[in-house]
Nanobody, 121 residues
Framework: QVQLVESGGGLVQAGGSLRLSCAAS????????MGWFRQRPGKSREFVAA????????RSKDSLKDRFTISRDNTKNTVYLQMNSLKPEDTAVYYC??????????????WGQGIQVTVSS
């Protein structure tokens, strides 16, 4: 079992930035692909970004790739989501996810509890 805990969310004004962190514990982290998802009010959960085990390959939702960047530090068992130029439409609960497969895939085995990001106008 893997535990994932998100942090770094909160309230920010439009145009501001936040960096979300996801700390993994319970199992080895470095061999896992990781992803970020979000669920906006009244909508289903959607893909945001993913990163393979080494950090050498990333994928992002096309509409977000100019503003959001995923990265990881395997020495700290942590994956990050840097969010810049935030808009009110980015308000959502953001979820960290882990896949035991080292390369990016469509399924995830473990999920964090989610963290609220609220962007005010």
């Amino acid at each position: 079992q893997v535990q994932l805990v998100e942090s770094g969310g909160g309230l920010v004004q439009a145009g501001g930035s936040l960096r979300l962190s996801c700390a993994a514990s319970g199992r080895t982290f470095s061999g896992y692909a990781m992803g970020w998802f979000r669920q906006r009010p009244g909508k289903s959960r959607e893909f945001v970004a993913a990163i393979n085990w080494s950090g050498g390959t990333t994928r992002s939702k096309d509409s977000l790739k100019d503003r959001f960047t995923i990265s990881r530090d395997n020495t700290k068992n942590t994956v990050y989501l840097q969010m810049n130029s935030l808009k009110p439409e980015d308000t959502a609960v953001y979820y960290c996810a882990a896949d035991e497969t080292p390369e990016i895939s469509l399924r995830y085995d473990y999920w964090g509890q989610g963290i609220q990001v609220t962007v005010s106008s």
